[in-house]
Nanobody
Framework: QVQLVESGGGLVQAGDSLRLSCAAS????????AGWFRQAPGKEREFVAT????????YYADSVKGRFTISRDNAKNTVYLQMNSLKPEDTAVYYC???????????????????WGQGTQVTVSS
C-alpha cells in the first residue's frame, strides 16, 4: 500500500515558479513509476509529467515541456515537480500518482497509476 501527500501549491503570478512535492509512504514506492496530473475547473484531469522508478526516464505533456521538470529522490520517498514560467492556464489542482512499473511500457498507461494523492491547488494570476 502506498499513500501520497502533495504539498507546495499556492497563489503566484504569471512567470513565477513553484515546486510541488509528493511524499510517499510504503517500501515499494521506489520501484514505482510516478506522475503528476492536473485538473482545472470544468475540465477533465490531464497528464502533466511522469518519471520512471530510478529517475532515468521522464516524459511530459507538450503544454509543459521546457517549463516543468519532474524528479524524484527515492531515499526520501519523494517526487517533485518544478514549475517555471507559470501561466494562468496552469491553474489547476495538481495530483501526484504512482503505480507499478511494467517492463517495456514507456510512457506508462493511465491505468498503471493505482495510487493517488488528494491534490494541491496551484493558482496563477495574470
Amino acid at each position: 500500500q502506498v499513500q501520497l501527500v502533495e504539498s507546495g501549491g499556492g497563489l503566484v503570478q504569471a512567470g513565477d515558479s513553484l515546486r510541488l512535492s509528493c511524499a510517499a509512504s510504503g517500501r515499494t514506492f521506489s520501484y514505482y513509476v510516478a506522475g503528476w496530473f492536473r485538473q482545472a475547473p470544468g475540465k477533465e484531469r490531464e497528464f502533466v509529467a511522469t518519471i520512471n522508478w530510478n529517475g532515468g526516464s521522464t516524459y511530459y505533456a507538450d503544454s509543459v515541456k521546457g517549463r516543468f521538470t519532474i524528479s524524484r529522490d527515492n531515499a526520501k520517498n519523494t517526487v517533485y515537480l518544478q514549475m517555471n514560467s507559470l501561466k494562468p492556464e496552469d491553474t489547476a489542482v495538481y495530483y501526484c500518482a504512482a503505480g507499478p512499473s511494467v517492463a517495456g511500457r514507456w510512457p506508462p498507461s493511465s491505468n498503471q497509476y493505482t495510487y493517488w494523492g488528494q491534490g494541491t491547488q496551484v493558482t496563477v494570476s495574470s
